[in-house]
């Protein structure tokens, strides 16, 4: 007997949450998350336990545009799409570039990729650092979260079941500032990461006066620590050793990985530690 499924595809933001604030139902952006998540063996349809609506289309959550010199970035962007969109951030260009392969890149949304709450989702490192917050809105009206209290482990957001995430915005960086995006794996693309880093730095007078990293992969969800960042504030570029040896040693202590099938803990603590301490030794860092 073939299974039942109740798809909803409205014209409008607002008639698709008017369905969610109804009905419990499961959210397809671009669905390269939910299609797996839901797999049933070759040949057989998913099996998706609730009604589907599809949000893809919304052109509500297409956007992206400045304001107050915030980037705002429409949940529902593909990949491909912000490639080509000129107000993006080079690192973030970077670290899409690594996502799977382009037929995925053309379907795959950020709001998708965030919701989805993956320890080794490709994008959260570098939106951690950036201190993302993200737009909720329901039939009650709007909400800001910031992206650490918005993902709460693995495939658990806080997320009432009449929202959607319809922006991610990236708070004003001055243009001094220096990301990168490191991501290890089997491959460059194609690949889901054994372990991703997030740096991110601003120097003035060849003095920290910020500095972020998060790290991806290693651990339920993002690890990041302000405390011991704000270890780092002040000091002098080029960093000492010992303030270097420091920093990966308090990290050492709060990195925890599993292991699983695409690597070893101990792999991954490794790659994790050595890539921060890549990050820091620079004698410089560009701004991007």
Not at 40 to 63: A, D, M, T, W, Y
Not at 73 to 80: E, H, K, L, M, R
Not at 156 to 173: D, G, M, S
Not at 185 to 195: E, L
């Amino acid at each position: 007997m073939v299974e039942k499924i109740t798809a909803n595809r409205f014209e409008s933001l607002d008639e698709t949450l008017s369905q969610l604030n109804r009905e419990d139902c499961s959210i397809i952006a671009g669905g390269t998350d939910v299609m797996v998540l839901h797999k049933s063996r070759r040949g057989v349809p998913p099996k998706i336990p609730k009604p589907i609506v599809f949000i893809n289309h919304l052109s509500e959550l297409k956007q992206v545009y400045q304001h107050h010199k915030d980037l705002h970035i429409g949940a529902c962007c593909t990949y491909s799409e912000l490639l080509e969109n000129p107000l993006i951030p080079f690192a973030l260009k970077n670290a899409i570039k690594t996502i799977a392969a382009p037929a995925i890149r053309n379907r795959g949304t950020l709001g998708g990729n965030i919701c989805n709450a993956s320890p080794a989702g490709d994008m959260l490192p570098l939106l951690y650092v950036y201190n993302a917050k993200l737009l909720l809105r329901s039939v009650n009206g709007d909400r800001m979260v910031a992206i650490s209290d918005f993902i709460q482990g693995p495939r658990r957001v806080e997320r009432f079941h009449n929202e959607i995430v319809t922006e991610i915005i990236l708070p004003y960086v001055l243009e001094d500032s220096h990301v990168v995006f490191e991501k290890v794996g089997n491959r460059n693309a194609d690949a889901i990461a054994k372990v991703s880093f997030a740096g991110f730095v601003r120097i003035s007078k060849d003095r920290i006066d910020d500095i972020r990293f998060a790290f991806g992969a290693v651990g339920p969800t993002m690890v990041r620590s302000i405390d011991i960042e704000k270890k780092l504030v002040g000091k002098t570029i080029p960093l000492a050793e010992a303030d270097i040896a420091a920093i990966v040693a308090a990290f050492d202590k709060i990195i925890r990985p599993i292991d699983d099938q695409r690597s070893t803990a101990a792999y991954r603590k490794t790659v994790a530690l050595h890539l921060l301490r890549y990050f820091l030794s620079m004698k410089q860092y560009q701004p991007n």
